[in-house]
Every structure is written in structure tokens, then in C-alpha cells.
């Protein structure tokens, strides 16, 4: 590489380092600021729904606090374990931790259970205890209530459990601990014993068949051997009279059986004829049926016992027979059948003896069965309330009124309440308030005429509702104060206030010297002629409906302030938005522009009809009446941006609070003697 590259090479090397230096200097992102001023002015204007709040909640804390009985809590530590304890096992099984953790949360429900929560209420007598039951609670309640007051917890991944039971005594608290832990462990056996008893039933079922199969077994082997006597004992001098014989007990157990149950028949019906010849007493039919009844028991139960002894007989001949016929040499034409039946008796007898020996293991488990969990720490009476003690609840209470009212100061601020400060509404509007207007008495022009607080401002033109309208028309003025502004006064909802503060603006403006034209641009509902105490004449409506080109015909004077008034007089009966954006509307602010210094327009609310936001476009400047303490936040925030996306872009909006309860300044309590008329 040339010395001319090696340099080009290091210059691109030093400009890559400079550019990364630069990127890295530049800052990633942004991190947004809190207004923690902002959020202070919040408090401060709800400062008194906060404090209402926050002594609510300290008054019912302290009234708990002081009336509230203390709780105890006692421990009993029990140690579960997770297998199985079989007292005869010889051998440990393998450990399978995960299936001992499910077993052992099983324990815990069980714990947890209603069945064990009963034991305890019928030990300790629950029902009838005050804190737990009383009178006309039922069992279920009890329970409950007892379960409530109840934590069941494993102690990390040991199998230690801590049963803990609260109480407003620490004796009670402890001894229901120790009764909860030992009701487990009784119901824990009991219901391990139930289970084995239940297999044991079954075992019992299953031996039962066994044994009468056992039975069939071997009956059809001396059965066989008997049928087969005559291949079988060919020969045999011993075989032979051993049949006989056994032919002999069984013919004479036969007809002991069929005597006997002709005798049972007979007692069970009563048969006293039938009983006499049975006992061959024909010639004593005399005989009272009682000692006939009893000489018929006696003689049927000597019948049993010889039906015994001769099938013990025939039963012990036959077991010879099968013996002596086994240890000689059988026909070949009989053996395989003989073999068979010996091969089927074999497998029922195993059968028989497999259910016999596991009853007797089941039946021994029952005897000696021990519980799966033992009390490796008893609970004792505790010393101190496991509850809080009143200073830290009060502590914790006012932490919680303090985090209560400060969130209900703020849900006020932005959501739910109206609006009770200049710097509320304008933290929520995000406009500049230009005024504040205090509430007045309404006063009437004259007999007759409707009160208005715009009169105020003839009566007492130097008191704190005329300062407020003048430090209004002063915002105007500061932000457009060329020759011919129209500025529009509306509000959201009806009953604002903005028809009063519009009039009362002109007034102003007409007593400093401007020549001033207030238009009552609410076709709907005009008000100003009203509140002027104008009458009922004509006015915009019939100049926008006629076909007369100079407006002034409609213009009348406000008598004493100077003011030129367009009255609204008639309601339009049909649409008013092609009214106010046609050409005669338009030509009527053009002309107004030139023949005055201000143009008021008193417009419709903006929430109930379009028509506010048709003469925005139309304004230079927006005046918005808020109303003090009733307009809510979520009706100005709804009405803002379709009236911002109507107006001119240099159309500035302004808003003032009108009908306040409490003036920014104080004015009846502080400045009083500024304004004296």
C-alpha cells in the first residue's frame, strides 16, 4: 500500500471515530419530567375534599383502634409424612420426591377440610362459644368461622406444617391449635382403617367365592373317583369295601336330610299332625302342641348332629378312597381327566389360600395402623397479640387515608369533578383563564325585565364582577388587538353563564371608549334581547331570512353603556347551519369588521349543537365560560378538540370560571376598600 492510501486509510479511520464520538455524545431518548409543581397546585385546590377524606378514614380507624379486641395466635408444628406407614413393612420403599410434594399439599387440603374443621367444633364445643358460634348459628357458620381464623402453612420444602388458629384469648387460641393438629391425625387413621376395612370386605366377597369353588373342586374329583369305582377298584379288596361304605353314609345321610326337612317344614307350618307322625306319636295326638314342638326341635336338632357325624364319615371314607386310588396304579383311560380336575383344584386352592393370607395381613395392618404425621411442637399459650398494636395501625391507617386522599384529590382534579380554580381548569384545559368571575345577585334593568348578573356591572361598576369582565376584555386585547376582532363567547352545556359575560364584555368595551357589536348568534335560544331588556322585536334571524343588505336595521343601542346590540329575537324553526355559513352572514361580520372596533358573537353551548363550532371558523379570538364548580372536566375535555380542529389556526382560545363561590383574590375579604363605587 502507497504512503498516499496509508494516509487516506487513517483519515477515513479519524472521520469513523469522530462520527461514532458524535452519535455517542447525541442523548438516546428523552426522559419526561414531573411537574412536581403541578402536582402540588393539585393537591393544594383539593386540598379540602383530601382532608374531609383523610379525617373520615382516621375517624373510623381510631374508632376500631380503640374498640377492636386484641387477636392471638397460637403454632402447633406437625411433621407429615408423606408415605404411608406400615407398621409390618420390613423395608423402606424408594423416595419419589415430586409424588411425596403432590401427596403432601393433599394433606394440607385435608387439613384445610370441613370434615376436620367439624371434629374441632364438636371437641371444643364450638357451637355454643361466642366468638366462634352462639345461638341460632348453625354448624356450617361455625365452620366457617373457624376456618377463617385458621392458616394452614408449609414451612419452605420440608414436610413441616404450622397449624395456626387465632382467637381473642391466648388459652383458647392455643388449645384450638392442638385440637385442630391431633383431629387430623385421628382422622387421618380413621380414615386409613376405613380403607383397609373396605378392602377387607372385598377380600372377604372374593374368599367366599373362593371357597365354594374350592369346594366344587373337590367335589368333582371324589365325585370322579366314585363314578369310576368299578375301573378304579378292580382288583382292590380295600377300594372295595371303601365304596361300599362311603355308598352306605351317603345313603344314609340322604335320607337323614329328607326327614329333617320334612320335620323344619312341618314346625314352620305348624303341622301338628304331620309333627305327631314324624315323631310317631300317633296314639298322644293328646299332647299339648307345645311339648309337641319342643319334642320336634329336640329331635331335629339330634337329626343335625347325626347328618354331621355321617358326613364327617363319608367325608373321611371319601378322602380315604382318594388317597388309596391316588398310591395305586390308576386305569390309563382315566388319568388325564382324573389329572385335570386334580390340576383345577390345585390353582382354586392357591387362589383360596393368596385371598385368605392377604385378609389376615389387612385385617393385622387394621389392628396396628399408625397415623402419616405426628406433633413434633405442641402450641403454646401465646404472650403477646399476634394482631398490630394500635400505634402501628393508626400509622399504617394514616399512611392509607394520606394515599386515599391524595388519589381522591386527583381523580377529582381529572375525572370526576367539576371544576373549583383558575389552575384547575387551566392544568385540565391546557388553555390560559383570564378571569375569574365571581357569583353575583342577578338585578333587573327594570320592573319587568329579566334579572341579569351583566346589570351588576350598571349598578356596581367598579366591585369585583366589573374588574373580573375587564381583566377579560384585557387578555383580549393582549392577544389580538387589531381594529375589527370578532371574538366569540360559548360554553359546553347551556346555563354557563356565557350570555351574561358576553354582555357584560360589550359593556365594558362600550364604557372604555370601542365601538362595539354584540350579535346573539343562537338562533335556538337568544337570550340577550332578554337580558338587555330589549323586547321581543326583530333581529339576525329576519336579516338572514330577508333580502336587505344593511344589517343596521336590526342594530338597536343598549341604553347607558353605548353598546350596539344585534338581537337573536326569533327561534329558527329549521336547520340554522346554512344561516350562519351563507353569504348574507358573511357579508354581515365583513361589514361589522369595518364599522366597529369589536365584534362579540354570543354563540350556541358546544355540546347540544354544531352551530358554536360553524362560527369558530369565523372568529379571531374564543372566549370559553367555564362554570364554577359545575361544569364537569370530561364535558370541557369532550367539547375542546372539535373546537380547536374548527377554528383558524391563529384563533387563540381563551377561558374564564364564572359563577365562582371564592374568588383567586379574596375580593370580599382582602380587597375590599379597592372596590368601593
Known amino acids: 500500500m502507497s504512503r498516499v492510501e496509508t494516509g487516506s486509510v487513517l483519515e477515513r479511520k479519524s472521520g469513523d471515530m469522530k462520527t461514532l464520538r458524535m452519535d455517542l455524545d447525541k442523548p438516546t431518548f428523552e426522559v419526561e419530567r414531573i411537574d412536581y409543581l403541578a402536582l402540588f397546585g393539585v393537591l393544594r385546590r383539593q386540598a379540602k375534599r383530601a382532608i374531609m377524606m383523610v379525617s373520615l378514614i382516621m375517624f373510623v380507624a381510631v374508632l376500631y383502634a380503640f374498640t377492636r379486641s386484641p387477636v392471638y395466635t397460637a403454632q402447633a408444628l406437625l411433621q407429615i409424612e408423606p408415605q404411608a406407614q406400615d407398621i409390618l413393612a420390613t423395608a423402606a420403599g424408594a423416595q419419589n420426591f415430586g409424588i411425596n410434594d403432590i401427596r403432601l399439599d393433599g394433606e394440607i387440603e385435608i387439613l384445610r377440610s370441613d370434615a376436620v374443621a367439624q371434629r374441632v367444633v364438636e371437641a371444643a364445643d364450638l357451637q355454643t362459644d361466642p366468638e366462634f358460634g352462639g345461638d341460632g348459628v348453625v354448624e356450617k357458620q361455625v365452620i366457617k368461622a373457624l376456618q377463617e381464623n385458621t392458616e394452614i402453612i408449609r414451612r419452605g420444602q420440608t414436610y413441616l406444617v404450622a397449624v395456626r388458629v387465632s382467637s381473642q384469648m391466648p388459652e383458647k387460641a ?58 378304579i377298584g378292580a382288583g382292590r379288596d380295600d377300594l372295595s369295601g371303601l365304596y361300599d361304605e362311603v355308598q352306605i353314609l351317603r345313603g344314609l345321610a340322604d335320607s337323614r336330610q329328607t326327614e329333617a326337612a320334612a320335620l323344619e317344614g312341618a314346625l314352620a307350618r305348624q303341622d301338628t299332625q304331620q309333627l305327631a307322625e314324624a315323631l310317631d306319636f300317633q296314639g298322644e295326638l293328646a299332647l299339648i302342641d307345645a311339648e309337641l314342638e319342643a319334642q320336634a326341635q329336640a329331635r331335629l336338632a339330634g337329626l343335625s348332629r347325626e347328618i354331621e357325624g355321617i358326613e364327617a364319615d363319608a367325608a373321611r371314607a371319601t378322602g380315604e378312597v382318594r388317597r388309596l386310588a391316588l398310591e395305586g396304579t390308576l386305569p390309563p383311560q382315566i388319568l388325564p381327566q382324573l389329572y385335570g380336575l386334580q390340576r383345577e383344584a390345585m390353582i382354586v386352592r392357591e387362589q383360596y389360600n393368596s385371598f385368605l393370607t392377604r385378609l389376615r395381613d389387612i385385617e393385622m395392618q387394621a389392628q396396628m395402623q399408625m397415623a402419616g404425621a405426628r406433633i413434633v411442637s405442641p402450641a403454646l399459650v401465646p404472650l403477646a397479640p399476634s394482631s398490630q398494636s394500635r400505634r402501628e395501625f393508626l400509622v399504617l391507617a394514616a399512611a392509607f387515608a394520606l394515599c386515599v386522599g391524595a388519589g381522591l384529590a386527583f381523580i377529582t382534579e381529572y375525572v370526576a369533578g367539576g371544576f ?258
Not at 376582532?485 to 360559548?490: F, I, L, P
Not at 358576553?502 to 346573539?520: E, M, N, Q, W
Not at 327561534?571 to 340554522?576: E, I, L, N
Request: net charge neutral.
Open 174 to 231: 392455643a388449645a384450638l391449635s392442638n385440637i385442630l393438629a391431633q383431629a387430623y391425625i385421628d382422622h387421618q387413621i380413621e380414615a386409613r382403617i376405613a380403607g383397609l376395612g373396605n378392602v377387607a370386605e372385598v377380600l372377604r366377597t372374593r374368599l367366599l367365592v373362593a371357597e365354594r369353588a374350592l369346594a366344587d373342586s373337590e367335589g368333582l374329583i371324589d365325585a370322579f373317583l366314585l363314578d369310576n369305582s368299578l375301573a
Open 420 to 677: 373549583t380554580s383558575a389552575g384547575q381548569l387551566a392544568a385540565v384545559s391546557r388553555l390560559k383563564v383570564a378571569a375569574e368571575i365571581p357569583m353575583v345577585q342577578p338585578l333587573a334593568p327594570r320592573p319587568g325585565v329579566e334579572p341579569s348578573a351583566a346589570q351588576v356591572l350598571a349598578v356596581q361598576p367598579m366591585g369585583a364582577y366589573g374588574e373580573s369582565i375587564r381583566r377579560l376584555r384585557m387578555a383580549l386585547d393582549n392577544v389580538d388587538s387589531r381594529k375589527g376582532r370578532v371574538t366569540m363567547v360559548t360554553s359546553a352545556l347551556p346555563g354557563e353563564g356565557k350570555s351574561n359575560t358576553c354582555l357584560a364584555l360589550g359593556r365594558v368595551y362600550a364604557a372604555s371608549g370601542k365601538r362595539c357589536l354584540l350579535i346573539d348568534c343562537d338562533l335556538r335560544k337568544p337570550r340577550i334581547n332578554k337580558l338587555a331588556g330589549l323586547g321581543t322585536g326583530s333581529g339576525l334571524l329576519d336579516y338572514l331570512e330577508g333580502e336587505s343588505g344593511v344589517f343596521s336595521e336590526w342594530v338597536v343601542a343598549d341604553g347607558g353603556s353605548g353598546l350596539h346590540i344585534l338581537p337573536g329575537a326569533g327561534r329558527s324553526h329549521g336547520p340554522t347551519d346554512d344561516l350562519l355559513t351563507g353569504a348574507r352572514f358573511g357579508t354581515l361580520l365583513e361589514m361589522a369588521r369595518k364599522a366597529y372596533d369589536v365584534v362579540l358573537l354570543d354563540t350556541p353551548p358546544l355540546q347540544p349543537v354544531i352551530d358554536a363550532n360553524l362560527l369558530a371558523r369565523q372568529s379571531d379570538a374564543i372566549v370559553l365560560a367555564v362554570k364554577w364548580g359545575r361544569t364537569s372536566q370530561r364535558d370541557v375535555r369532550t367539547v375542546l378538540p372539535g373546537l380547536k380542529d374548527a377554528k383558524r389556526p391563529d384563533a387563540p382560545i381563551i377561558t374564564v370560571l364564572t359563577q365562582t363561590r371564592s374568588s383567586g383574590f379574596r375580593y370580599s375579604q382582602k380587597y375590599d376598600d379597592y372596590f368601593q363605587n
